[in-house]
């Protein structure tokens, strides 16, 4: 495969991200990063770009204008990856996929249902890729349970419980530094903080892991931080196509807990247990109380999920090979497009984002009106 170009906005000076979506990239070494508009202030995207070795005349004031040069070239880039903070993720997804260029996009997709239906149409009239990163869903165990799930070897499923909890915002007076600023301002992240934050991924692990879709939620959403004005602990109950139901927790006032999503999925043959921070192992339990462990790198993993592992068990992969999976399948599939061969997509999409933005504005609409069922 020839290697592609990408660019890259956001990502600047002191940010979080954007220098782990280029480590990720960088793992498979199919892409190069070329320009980027690494921050709105253009001193600090030169910097960025300098100590990328990035072509100064590659590096942006505005994405607009970034997305209308590379565009233009000859030899512009392949596709975009967009950091910002979610309120300029609409934005500047339009006027890259407007431009003809590929997207990957950090979640969430965006802050309203009607941006992300624009943005799915665009794809589609514009025959794009498009990439949303839900990075722990590139984890090999998470494909495993997706496809294990996928054969009905779990049978009907009956109920899920799914959590996000994190602690870092729990203190009073404090904001959590820049990360921390704008998704507690509703100028910044859309009127939710901690569901559209960490929400969204417990959404997309169980609708990937499972394949369910929401029919109806009712939330619960709470603002327990004196001074917060968005919410910081979210209590939803599921109710699935089909008849399955779950919980959903998410929370940022749990002292002790980093990253710790967590999904349980009980079937009619068994249940799965796996918790992110221990992302090598999952646990299954079959019908007859069985437990089994199973470790990425040994056998009993799916095929097609054990493909994306790297190295031998025991030597330890996690969160950066798993954004790294997500960047190996879209930069395959932008690859092969290229090129005019078929490709598979085996990653979350701008439809799965979509997804993400319509259960994270149902919750909304529930907790307005007295935390009562809403549909999807
Ligand atoms: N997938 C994950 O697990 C995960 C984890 C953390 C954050 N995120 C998402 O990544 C995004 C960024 O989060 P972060 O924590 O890195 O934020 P951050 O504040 O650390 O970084 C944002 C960067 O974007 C730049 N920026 C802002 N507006 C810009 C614009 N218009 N043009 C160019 N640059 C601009 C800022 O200068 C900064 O460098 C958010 O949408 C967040 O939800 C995803």
């Given at each position: 495969?020839?290697?592609?170009?990408?660019?890259?906005?956001?990502?600047?000076?002191?940010?979080?991200?954007?220098?782990?979506?280029?480590?990720?990239?960088?793992?498979?070494?199919?892409?190069?990063?070329?320009?980027?508009?690494?921050?709105?202030?253009?001193?600090?995207?030169?910097?960025?770009?300098?100590?990328?070795?990035?072509?100064?005349?590659?590096?942006?004031?505005?994405?607009?204008?970034?997305?209308?040069?590379?565009?233009a070239r000859p030899d512009g880039i392949d596709f975009v990856v967009v950091v910002t903070p979610n309120v300029s993720h609409y934005p500047v997804c339009k006027a890259f996929l407007e431009a003809g260029i590929n997207v990957s996009c950090d979640k969430p997709l965006c802050l309203t249902v009607e941006e992300g239906?624009?943005?799915?149409?665009?794809?589609?009239?514009?025959?794009?890729?498009?990439?949303?990163?839900?990075?722990?869903?590139?984890?090999?165990?998470?494909?495993?349970?997706?496809?294990?799930?996928?054969?009905?070897?779990?049978?009907?499923?009956?109920?899920?419980?799914?959590?996000?909890?994190?602690?870092?915002?729990?203190?009073?007076?404090?904001?959590?530094?820049?990360?921390?600023?704008?998704?507690?301002?509703?100028?910044?992240?859309?009127?939710?903080?901690?569901?559209?934050?960490?929400?969204?991924?417990?959404?997309?692990?169980?609708?990937?892991?499972?394949?369910?879709?929401?029919?109806?939620?009712?939330?619960?959403?709470?603002?327990?931080?004196?001074?917060?004005?968005?919410?910081?602990?979210?209590?939803?109950?599921?109710?699935?196509?089909?008849?399955?139901?779950?919980?959903?927790?998410?929370?940022?006032?749990?002292?002790?807990?980093?990253?710790?999503?967590?999904?349980?999925?009980?079937?009619?043959?068994?249940?799965?247990?796996?918790?992110?921070?221990?992302?090598?192992?999952?646990?299954?339990?079959?019908?007859?109380?069985?437990?089994?462990?199973?470790?990425?790198?040994?056998?009993?993993?799916?095929?097609?999920?054990?493909?994306?592992?790297?190295?031998?068990?025991?030597?330890?992969?996690?969160?950066?090979?798993?954004?790294?999976?997500?960047?190996?399948?879209?930069?395959?599939?932008?690859?092969?497009?290229?090129?005019?061969?078929?490709?598979?997509?085996?990653?979350?999409?701008?439809?799965?984002?979509?997804?993400?933005?319509?259960?994270?504005?149902?919750?909304?609409?529930?907790?307005?009106?007295?935390?009562?069922?809403?549909?999807?």
């Open positions: 495969m020839k290697k592609l170009t990408y660019g890259m906005v956001g990502g600047g000076p002191g940010s979080f991200i954007g220098d782990a979506h280029r480590k990720s990239i960088n793992i498979d070494g199919m892409a190069t990063l070329v320009a980027g508009c690494f921050s709105r202030t253009p001193e600090k995207c030169r910097q960025t770009g300098a100590e990328l070795g990035i072509d100064p005349d590659r590096c942006y004031a505005s994405f607009e204008e970034m997305a209308k040069a590379e565009a239906e624009a943005l799915v149409k665009l794809a589609k009239e514009k025959n794009l890729l498009f990439l949303v990163t839900y990075t722990y869903m590139g984890h090999v165990t998470a494909k495993h349970i997706r496809k294990f799930i996928a054969d009905g070897k779990l049978g009907k499923i009956r109920t899920v419980q799914a959590e996000y909890p994190q602690g870092w915002l729990a203190y009073e007076g404090e904001w959590g530094g820049k990360q921390g600023e704008w998704r507690c301002d509703p100028k910044q992240s859309g009127g939710v903080n901690c569901l559209g934050d960490l929400g969204t991924h417990v959404e997309n692990a169980v609708s990937r892991m499972t394949g369910l879709k929401i029919k109806r939620v009712l939330a619960r959403m709470d603002k327990l931080v004196p001074g917060r004005v968005l919410d910081d602990n979210d209590m939803v109950l599921v109710e699935y196509e089909g008849g399955a139901v779950g919980t959903y927790w998410t929370s940022q006032v749990a002292i002790g807990h980093d990253n710790d999503l967590r999904v349980r999925i009980y079937g009619e043959n068994g249940s799965i247990l796996w918790k992110q921070e221990e992302c090598e192992k999952v646990i299954m339990i079959s019908r007859d109380g069985t437990i089994v462990e199973r470790h990425r790198g040994n056998g009993g993993i799916e095929d097609c999920a054990a493909a994306y592992g790297r190295l031998p068990s025991g030597h330890t992969e996690g969160w950066l090979e798993s954004m790294g999976n997500l960047y190996k399948s879209f930069i395959t599939c932008v690859a092969a497009k290229k090129e005019g061969k078929p490709y598979e997509i085996d990653y979350p999409t701008v439809e799965d984002g979509l997804e993400g933005v319509k259960f994270v504005h149902a919750c909304l609409k529930s907790n307005e009106q007295g935390s009562v069922w809403v549909d999807l």
